[in-house]
Structures are given as structure tokens and as C-alpha cells.
């Protein structure tokens, strides 16, 4: 299975508030509950997280992408570390297991 790899902004907090002076931010947290759950979910060589500077989306925040060589590329904003994580985790069930990663 070709290797897929997730991207999580690690500069990212959410528009609705202040970034705060002192960690922990919410692209940390986020960032943890990402790897716990990959690492329960997925099998190492399936999917590997790459925390990066800014994907682009800022005023989304918090901001994620999710891509592979041969599948389109997913973007996705407005999500925080409580109530995004397991759909996130559903979500790439499915992309992972499409032969094209077109989810519908
Ligand atoms: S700071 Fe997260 S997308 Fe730019």
C-alpha cells in the first residue's frame, strides 16, 4: 500500500481565540491526539504524520491536509483537537483503503 502522509500545522490555533503566551497550543494537542490514534488505528508503514510550518489556511485554523502520490490531496479547516480527531480518523480509514481517494 502506497505510503500516505498526514499534514498537521503547527502554528495553528483557533480563530475564535488569542494564541496564548504558553503551551500547550492547540496544534500540540492536536498534534498528540493525531499520533495516539494513528498508532492504535494504523500500521506503521501505513500513514505517517508531518507536523509543518502552516498550510496555508490560517484564519481556519485548526488546519490539517492529507495526501498520498497517487490520490487527490484533502484540506481541512475549522477542526479542533476534541471534536475533530475521530472523524479525522474515519476519514482516513476510508482514503486509505480507496483505490482513487475519492471520498464521497
Ligand atoms: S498557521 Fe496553520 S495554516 Fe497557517
Not at 501505513?46 to 490539517?64: F, K, M, N, P, T
Given at each position: 500500500?502506497?505510503?500516505?502522509?498526514?499534514?498537521?500545522?503547527?502554528?495553528?490555533?483557533?480563530?475564535?481565540?488569542?494564541?496564548?503566551?504558553n503551551?500547550?497550543?492547540?496544534?500540540?494537542?492536536?498534534?498528540?491526539?493525531?499520533?495516539a490514534?494513528c498508532?492504535?488505528?494504523?500500521?506503521?508503514?501505513?500513514?505517517e504524520?508531518?507536523?509543518i510550518?502552516?498550510?496555508?489556511a490560517?484564519?481556519?485554523g485548526?488546519?490539517?491536509?492529507?495526501?498520498?502520490?497517487?490520490?487527490?490531496?484533502?484540506?481541512?479547516?475549522?477542526?479542533?483537537?476534541?471534536?475533530s480527531?475521530?472523524?479525522?480518523?474515519e476519514?482516513?480509514?476510508l482514503?486509505?483503503?480507496?483505490?482513487?481517494?475519492?471520498i464521497?
Amino acid at each position: 500500500m502506497a505510503k500516505h502522509t498526514l499534514f498537521v500545522c503547527k502554528s495553528c490555533h483557533r480563530a475564535s481565540q488569542e494564541r496564548p503566551e504558553n503551551p500547550p497550543f492547540d496544534d500540540d494537542i492536536f498534534l498528540d491526539k493525531l499520533n495516539a490514534l494513528c498508532s492504535e488505528q494504523f500500521l506503521d508503514d501505513e500513514i505517517e504524520i508531518r507536523s509543518i510550518g502552516c498550510l496555508w489556511a490560517c484564519d481556519r485554523g485548526c488546519v490539517v491536509s492529507v495526501g498520498s502520490v497517487d490520490k487527490p490531496t484533502y484540506l481541512f479547516v475549522n477542526l479542533t483537537p476534541e471534536e475533530s480527531s475521530l472523524p479525522l480518523m474515519e476519514f482516513l480509514q476510508l482514503y486509505l483503503h480507496s483505490k482513487k481517494g475519492n471520498i464521497p
